[in-house]
């Protein structure tokens, strides 16, 4: 999506401090973490929100789960402590892009509820 500013970052028209990447998925910081560590999951391809999956979409999402959320957690020390993972969707869920991305949040106590 042409003006999308997350299809821009993984088309690399704007950069960003990248933690990982593959040909499905672009993992980086947060501009405005939330947390000690704060990196942002997103599907290179442009999906809206988590409405917008279907069966299509089970490769990335499954490898976004299974694979890149491990891995990011482990390279940037929170895996042995715990860690957040949140998919906000639509406005009253506090979506802010309109394109699906997984926060990744830790290296602090997360409390309940989360606001």
């Known amino acids: 999506m042409a003006d999308c500013i997350f299809?821009?970052?993984?088309n690399k028209?704007?950069?960003s401090a990248?933690?990982?990447e593959d040909d499905m998925v672009l993992a980086f910081k947060d501009l405005e973490p939330q947390a000690p560590v704060h990196v942002l999951v997103i599907p290179k391809k442009h999906v809206e929100s988590i409405k917008e999956l279907d069966d299509s979409h089970k490769d990335v999402m499954?490898?976004?789960f299974c694979k890149v959320l491990p891995r990011v957690a482990k390279e940037q020390g929170i895996d042995e402590k715990g860690f957040r993972v949140v998919a906000n969707t639509g406005?009253?869920?506090g979506q802010t892009v309109k394109h699906l991305?997984?926060?990744l949040l830790g290296g602090r106590s997360m409390q309940w509820p989360p606001g």
């Open 101 to 103: 991305h997984i926060h």
């Open 13 to 15: 028209e704007i950069p």
């Open 62 to 64: 499954g490898h976004i």
């Open 91 to 93: 406005d009253e869920g």
């Open 7 to 10: 299809c821009k970052i993984a």
């Open 18 to 20: 990248a933690v990982y």
